[in-house]
Structures are given as structure tokens and as C-alpha cells.
């Protein structure tokens, strides 16, 4: 991929996210917010901006596991960080499936076959979704109704696996592209190679680790609501904030729209008035600072981490 199609992406993305922004702002009152955000206090930011970045370190580890179960070994350590947060580049996308550009920054960098990783993003996801229901299911303990997200999750889950575990289901799909020849002749080997790896993966003693992790990364950067709220002098008990961020990060990835843009937020601001009893400026300004702290944040690391990669690979992307 161009580097300068990614940039395209991102600023379309990011004009998207101005316009929502922009939108909630509008309509919420520019001078209200604009108070709020002056009686802010920033060390809470700078807090969650900590706690989110603490986030991503774990879920690091989560890709070094991956890596190590499906056998890729070689790779040195900080070309790997920087290949995993390089990811976050296409954040903002449907499902975030453009985080599968770190098989193609692996592929180039290291020639590790892009077949072989790109079912950690399905892995990924898979247990990133268990980890926000147990989220979803703690916070609902305080008030009623609340279980309702964490049965439609739980489900979701459940149909995954079974459809990753079993044979019959991808083996069908396989003979079906490899009879039909052509592209999807040539595409079968590589679907049937990401399957193998997708099983590997999603076994259950390759699952309770990186679940573990993902309870917890979630629950760092759902801490970060809670810490921003506090800078605003809201008061929202942690278990509501984490089931307020866990269920508007769900409705968001359910919904496919780049980076569940809008109805993340609209979510989480209608959640934090009507059952946090949150101000409404304040429930607006904590919502935009909470996804700059959570979304666009991962965006700025992820260049971040590409240019450094490009300095240390430089024909990385280049289309040689």
C-alpha cells in the first residue's frame, strides 16, 4: 500500500471525525463546551492518555503470544512493537479490519507470509469482544437491563467459534474456490492456510491468555472515561464507566461504520446523561475527549511507528 493512499484514508477519516465532532458541538452549544473544557482539569487527560498507552502495551503482548503460537520466531523485539502499533494507522475503519496491515508491514519487513498472520486480527478481535462483554457484565451488575448487550455479545462469540472450529464449514468453502479456478483457484491455498492458523489460535489454551489480557487492556483504557469524567468533577462510580465505554465500543464495532464514528459517540454521551445522571456539556465534552484519548491517539502512534519503520526498512512500502 502507498504511503501517500494511506495519508488519503487518514484524512478523510479524520474530516469524518471533525464533521461528528463538529456536529455534537454545534447542536450541544460551543460556548458550553468551551467552559467545561476551561474548568478542565488536564492532568486527567494526560492520565488517561498514560492509561490508554498502557492499553496498548498489553495487547502487544497479545501479538507477541500470537506470534509465538503460530511459531514465528526471529523477529526482533522493537521492529515487532513498532510493526504492531503501525496498525493502528487504519484504526478508523469498518470492524477495524485494517489493522491487517500489520501482515503486510510483517511480510515486508521480516517476509513473514501474510496467510500465516492475518488470522490474529480475527483472534484479535475474537477475544478483544470476550473481554468487553465480561466489562459489559460487570458493569451491568449496578442497575437493571444492563445484561441485555452482554447475551447479544455472548452469542456473537459463541457463533465464531463454532463456525472457526469446524472443519466442515472453511473445507466446504476451499474445494469451492479451488473448483471454481481462476482468482479464486489461486486465492483457496492461501484461505485454506489463514484458516489453519484461525484454528490454532482460537483453541481454548490459546484463548484464556490473551483474554486475560484483553479484560484488562479494556479495562485500562475504560478507566480512562472514568479519570476524564473526574477532571470534569462528574460523578460516575469506575463499574458504570466501564460499562458505558464497553457497551458504546460494542454498539460501535457492530454497526460498520470507519472507526464506529458517531455511533460510538452518540452512545456514550446518551449513556452518561440518561443513567450516569451526567451534565449534558460535560457528558459531551468527556465523550470528545475520550475518543481523542482512545481513537485518534492510537491513529498519531500508529504514523508514528510507521516512519520508524520506514527509517529502519527503508524500501518498506515503496512497491519494490
Given at each position: 500500500?502507498?504511503?501517500?493512499?494511506?495519508?488519503?484514508?487518514?484524512?478523510?477519516?479524520?474530516?469524518?471525525?471533525?464533521?461528528?465532532?463538529?456536529?455534537?458541538?454545534?447542536?450541544?452549544?460551543?460556548?458550553?463546551?468551551?467552559?467545561?473544557?476551561?474548568?478542565?482539569?488536564?492532568?486527567?487527560?494526560?492520565?488517561?492518555?498514560?492509561?490508554?498507552?498502557?492499553n496498548?502495551?498489553?495487547?502487544?503482548?497479545?501479538?507477541?503470544?500470537?506470534?509465538?503460537?503460530?511459531?514465528?520466531?526471529?523477529?526482533?523485539?522493537?521492529?515487532?512493537?513498532?510493526?504492531?502499533?503501525?496498525?493502528?494507522?487504519?484504526?478508523?475503519?469498518?470492524?477495524?479490519?485494517?489493522?491487517?496491515?500489520?501482515?503486510?508491514?510483517?511480510?515486508?519487513?521480516?517476509?513473514?507470509?501474510?496467510?500465516?498472520?492475518?488470522?490474529?486480527?480475527?483472534?484479535?478481535?475474537?477475544?478483544?469482544?470476550?473481554g468487553?462483554?465480561?466489562?459489559v457484565?460487570i458493569?451491568?451488575?449496578?442497575?437493571?437491563?444492563?445484561?441485555?448487550?452482554?447475551?447479544?455479545?455472548?452469542?456473537?462469540?459463541?457463533?465464531?467459534?463454532?463456525?472457526?472450529?469446524?472443519?466442515?464449514?472453511?473445507?466446504?468453502?476451499?474445494?469451492?474456490?479451488?473448483?471454481?479456478?481462476?482468482?479464486?483457484?489461486?486465492?483457496?491455498?492461501?484461505?485454506?492456510?489463514?484458516?489453519?492458523?484461525?484454528?490454532?489460535?482460537?483453541?481454548?489454551?490459546?484463548?484464556?491468555?490473551?483474554?486475560?489480557i484483553?479484560?484488562?487492556?479494556?479495562?485500562?483504557?475504560?478507566?480512562?472515561?472514568?479519570?476524564?469524567?473526574?477532571?470534569?468533577?462528574?460523578n460516575?462510580?469506575?463499574?458504570?464507566?466501564?460499562?458505558?465505554?464497553?457497551t458504546?465500543?460494542?454498539?460501535?464495532?457492530?454497526?460498520?461504520?470507519p472507526?464506529?464514528?458517531?455511533?460510538?459517540?452518540?452512545?456514550l454521551?446518551?449513556?452518561?446523561?440518561?443513567?450516569?445522571?451526567?451534565?449534558?456539556?460535560?457528558?459531551?465534552?468527556?465523550?470528545i475527549?475520550?475518543?481523542?484519548?482512545?481513537?485518534?491517539?492510537?491513529?498519531l502512534?500508529?504514523?508514528?511507528?510507521?516512519?520508524?519503520?520506514?527509517?529502519?526498512?527503508?524500501?518498506?512500502?515503496?512497491?519494490?
Amino acid at each position: 500500500m502507498n504511503p501517500r493512499t494511506l495519508v488519503r484514508r487518514l484524512l478523510v477519516a479524520v474530516l469524518l471525525g471533525v464533521a461528528v465532532y463538529a456536529a455534537f458541538v454545534l447542536f450541544r452549544g460551543f460556548r458550553g463546551i468551551r467552559d467545561a473544557l476551561s474548568d478542565f482539569r488536564w492532568s486527567m487527560f494526560a492520565l488517561a492518555l498514560g492509561m490508554t498507552f498502557g492499553n496498548y502495551v498489553l495487547r502487544f503482548l497479545k501479538w507477541e503470544f500470537y506470534l509465538r503460537r503460530l511459531g514465528i520466531l526471529g523477529v526482533p523485539k522493537w521492529d515487532s512493537f513498532l510493526t504492531f502499533l503501525s496498525g493502528f494507522v487504519l484504526t478508523v475503519t469498518p470492524g477495524k479490519v485494517g489493522e491487517v496491515f500489520k501482515s503486510l508491514v510483517l511480510f515486508e519487513t521480516h517476509g513473514v507470509p501474510g496467510a500465516r498472520t492475518a488470522p490474529i486480527v480475527v483472534a484479535d478481535r475474537l477475544t478483544d469482544l470476550i473481554g468487553i462483554i465480561v466489562l459489559v457484565i460487570i458493569g451491568s451488575l449496578g442497575f437493571p437491563g444492563g445484561l441485555v448487550w452482554a447475551y447479544l455479545g455472548s452469542f456473537a462469540v459463541l457463533v465464531a467459534l463454532v463456525v472457526i472450529s469446524s472443519r466442515a464449514i472453511p473445507d466446504a468453502i476451499v474445494r469451492w474456490m479451488d473448483g471454481r479456478g481462476g482468482f479464486f483457484g489461486k486465492l483457496a491455498p492461501r484461505v485454506a492456510t489463514a484458516w489453519d492458523s484461525l484454528r490454532i489460535l482460537v483453541t481454548p489454551g490459546a484463548l484464556v491468555v490473551p483474554t486475560v489480557i484483553s479484560v484488562t487492556s479494556w479495562a485500562l483504557e475504560g478507566l480512562s472515561l472514568y479519570v476524564i469524567l473526574l477532571g470534569f468533577r462528574a460523578n460516575v462510580a469506575p463499574p458504570m464507566a466501564l460499562f458505558f465505554y464497553a457497551t458504546s465500543q460494542l454498539a460501535g464495532a457492530l454497526i460498520p461504520v470507519p472507526g464506529g464514528l458517531g455511533v460510538t459517540e452518540g452512545s456514550l454521551e446518551q449513556q452518561l446523561v440518561r443513567l450516569g445522571g451526567v451534565p449534558q456539556i460535560a457528558a459531551t465534552s468527556a465523550m470528545i475527549l475520550v475518543r481523542i484519548a482512545t481513537l485518534w491517539f492510537a491513529v498519531l502512534l500508529g504514523f508514528i511507528a510507521l516512519a520508524l519503520l520506514r527509517r529502519r526498512h527503508p524500501k518498506l512500502l515503496s512497491g519494490e
